[in-house]
């Protein structure tokens, strides 16, 4: 079937969409290449829905959002008085914070507390960079001194103990706390006992008893030897 | 939120032509959604689909609100070269944001039957499919695709006129 002039002016966007089956687009594509009506209009229209596809979106106005926010969820609560000076505070009253300073603060104490800062009689005079050098030079000396001296008197202490420790309880000789090694004994050699000794505790024996038993009483039946 | 907004800003703005008005179309929207948000059902689309729904009612109670008001004007419509001057002249932050073609499209647009314009809108701006163009619409299939290919074919007759070849 060919199609007509107004057959493609309705299916126009059926084609521009891709959405007629291949018999009918060979249909619309060989009646568009024959005529002189059509095809302009096939062109035009494709180009302009490849234009308007390519459109971005404009930008709306920045305060639209908050427009429609404040009609919406009401105008927003404009803190005033106190509460618009401490306003500032909400953003740092989380327990994070508050931990962080807290540790902040303690390091700061303990520092200044090595460093020699009276926390009794607090002076300006302590802070300064010279005063602060002195002290912890001073302070780093004393602990120094202190361990030293501590040391030495473990040391003292110690030996003090060790001479006036009993004789009886002193570890024994190291001799007798040696295991007692075979004199008579050199290393490779047996002591020459018979293998089938009870004592030896040989495999074979353990495996054929028997054969013993059966070589004593054939000896007492008989002359013969049973090789 | 904000997606949303430009969503239905655009929208208004390709329907109406005018910044202010959008602007105060898009916040009449937001409320109206906003106070019936509980009769929202998925079954009627996406809710995407559901705030176009919203925003093409309004935009259609505004335009025969106005109606009255653009009759009087109707000597402009017998010259648009006149009237796309005066808009120049009139919004030139509008005309600058706006890009060459998008607006000469927009010009042209506002020169179509609010039906057909609505329907190339939403297809070709919006980029719906046919069936949530159907489901805003409120109209049979046959119907969206006939208003489709009528505005397509309409809006390359007038970009014809004024002398635009989108590429």
């Known amino acids: ?106 390091t700061f104490a303990i520092l200044l507390t090595a460093a020699g800062f009276n926390w009794r009689k607090p002076q300006l005079a302590d802070l300064a960079p010279a005063s602060v050098y002195r002290s912890t030079n001073r302070q780093a000396h004393l602990v120094y001194a202190r361990g030293a001296k501590f040391m030495n008197d473990l040391r003292v202490v110690h030996e003090i103990q060790s001479r006036l420790r009993p004789e009886t309880d002193l570890p024994a000789a190291p001799e007798s706390t040696v295991p007692e090694s075979t004199p008579q004994k050199q290393p490779g050699v047996t002591d020459g006992a018979p293998a089938t000794a009870p004592r030896q505790q040989n495999r074979t024996n353990g495996m054929y008893p028997e054969r013993t038993v059966l070589a004593t009483n054939l000896a007492a039946v008989g002359p013969r030897r049973v090789s | 939120m904000r997606r949303h907004t430009r969503r239905v800003f655009n929208l208004c703005y390709r329907f109406t032509g005018n910044g202010a008005e959008s602007e105060d179309l898009s916040q009449e929207v937001f409320l109206r959604i906003y106070r019936t948000l509980a009769s929202y059902r998925s079954a009627h689309g996406g809710f995407a689909t559901w705030m176009t729904s919203v925003t093409r009612n309004l935009l259609i109670d505004h335009y025969r609100r106005t109606r009255r008001d653009r009759m009087t004007d109707s000597l402009d419509d017998a010259m648009p070269v006149v009237e796309n001057k005066e808009s120049s002249a009139r919004r030139p932050d509008e005309q600058a944001l706006l890009g060459e073609l998008s607006g000469q499209v927009q010009a042209a647009l506002t020169r179509l039957s609010p039906e057909l314009r609505e329907a190339v809108i939403l297809r070709d701006l919006q980029q719906l499919e046919y069936t949530e163009i159907q489901h805003v619409l409120q109209v049979p299939e046959g119907t969206v695709k006939s208003r489709i290919n009528r505005g397509r074919i309409e809006l390359a007759r007038i970009l014809g006129q004024m002398g635009v070849r989108p590429s």
Request: proline content about 6%; charged content about 20%.
């Open chain 1, 1 to 106: 079937m060919s199609w007509t002039c107004e057959h493609i002016e309705s299916r126009l966007s059926d084609y521009v969409d891709g959405l007629l089956e291949p018999a009918e687009r060979q249909a619309f594509a060989a009646h568009v290449q024959a005529c002189a009506h059509c095809a302009p209009l096939v062109s035009s229209v494709s180009s302009l829905v490849r234009g308007l596809r390519k459109i971005e979106q404009l930008a709306e106005p920045p305060r639209l959002v908050y427009n429609i926010l404040d009609k919406t969820l009401g105008p927003r609560e404009t803190a005033a008085g106190w509460r618009a000076v401490l306003g500032w505070l909400n953003a740092i009253a989380t327990p994070r914070f508050v931990y962080g300073a807290l540790s902040v603060g303690a």
